[in-house]
């Protein structure tokens, strides 16, 4: 009877065990990315300058910071919007000083080194739980009809690469 007893005992603390490893797991699995802020400019703006530069926060909710393999910003049709696009041309940086909410027009010294310190996106090991994801923009269509979606946002985290799709707001006011 006792040797029945501590079987039983130790199965359960093995089956305590093997469920407690796969909810630790299932609960690393919901770190993400969320939007901290919402920046956004006058269309007038793009009508004056050629290019406007503008700083958007995100935040990773876990403790292991991952590595950024590449960020694309998905149309409302579910398509990469491409470098050579007719209308509209974004180019995604990183600030690392967390500085850049809106830049345009004739920019001081300032202003043209901390976009000259800009870091890329391919490849960015975050070193803070928080960046600020920079969209240099260009429109080339005067009548450009907002059409932009998401950020697609490929990481590395723990060796395992995984994407996550992040809301775009309408950044274009009119």
């Known amino acids: 009877m006792k040797k029945i007893k501590r079987w039983s005992l130790g199965l359960v603390i093995a089956l305590v065990g093997f469920v407690g490893y796969f909810v ?18 006058q269309h ?22 991952p590595i950024i393999e590449d960020i694309k910003i998905l149309t409302k049709e579910g398509e990469v919007l491409e470098p050579n696009n007719s209308e509209i041309q974004i180019d995604l940086w990183v600030d690392e000083t967390n500085r850049t909410q809106i830049l345009y027009g004739d920019l001081n010294q300032e202003q043209r080194e901390l976009i000259s310190n800009y870091q890329p996106v391919e490849g960015y090991k975050m070193v803070e739980p928080e960046m600020n ?20 946002i490929e990481f590395t985290q723990n060796g395992k ?14």
């Open 24 to 41: 630790v797991e299932a609960a690393s699995d919901e770190v993400e990315f969320t939007s901290v802020s919402h920046a956004g400019v």
């Open 133 to 152: 994801l920079i969209m240099q923009v260009k429109l080339i269509n005067p009548n450009y009809q907002y059409h932009l979606e998401s950020f697609m």
């Open 161 to 174: 690469t995984k994407t996550q799709e992040l809301t775009l707001k309408n950044f274009i006011f009119h």
């Open 44 to 65: 007038s703006l793009f009508v004056e300058h050629d290019e406007i530069y503008i700083g958007k926060s995100i935040k990773w909710t876990g403790e292991e910071l």
